[in-house]
C-alpha cells in the first residue's frame, strides 16, 4: 500500500515539474504541439499524396517539422532575452 502513495508523489513531483518549465519556457511546448500537429497532418495526408513517392513526402514532412520547432525555439531564445535584456530596462525608466 505504501508503494502506491510513493508512485503517486512521484507523478505528482514529476507533473509539477512539468508545470513549472512549461511556465519558464512557454516556447517549448507550443514547438513539441506544432511538431506533432504537423507529423499528424503529413500522416492523414499520406494517402492523398498522390504520384510524389514516399521518400519525397517524408522528407518534406520532416522539413515542416523541424521548421515549426526550430521557429519555437527561436521564438523562445527572443523572449527569454526580451525579459532578461530589455524589460527591466523599461521598468527601470518608469520609475523615475
Known amino acids: 500500500m505504501s508503494s ?3 508512485w503517486s508523489s512521484y507523478d505528482d513531483d ?3 515539474k512539468l508545470m513549472k518549465k512549461a511556465k519558464e ?3 517549448v511546448p507550443v ?3 506544432g511538431c506533432v500537429a504537423v507529423v499528424a497532418y503529413g500522416l492523414y495526408k499520406l494517402k492523398s499524396r498522390g504520384d510524389t ?8 514532412m520532416r522539413v ?3 521548421g515549426f520547432v526550430v521557429g519555437a525555439m527561436t521564438m ?10 530589455l524589460a527591466p530596462r523599461y521598468s527601470g525608466s518608469n520609475s523615475k
Open 76 to 85: 523562445g531564445v527572443v523572449y527569454s532575452m526580451y525579459k532578461e535584456y
Open 14 to 16: 514529476q507533473s509539477s
Open 4 to 6: 502506491n502513495k510513493n
Open 31 to 33: 514547438g513539441l504541439a
Open 64 to 66: 515542416g517539422a523541424q
Open 25 to 27: 519556457s512557454p516556447f
Open 53 to 60: 513517392k514516399m521518400s519525397v513526402h517524408l522528407i518534406h
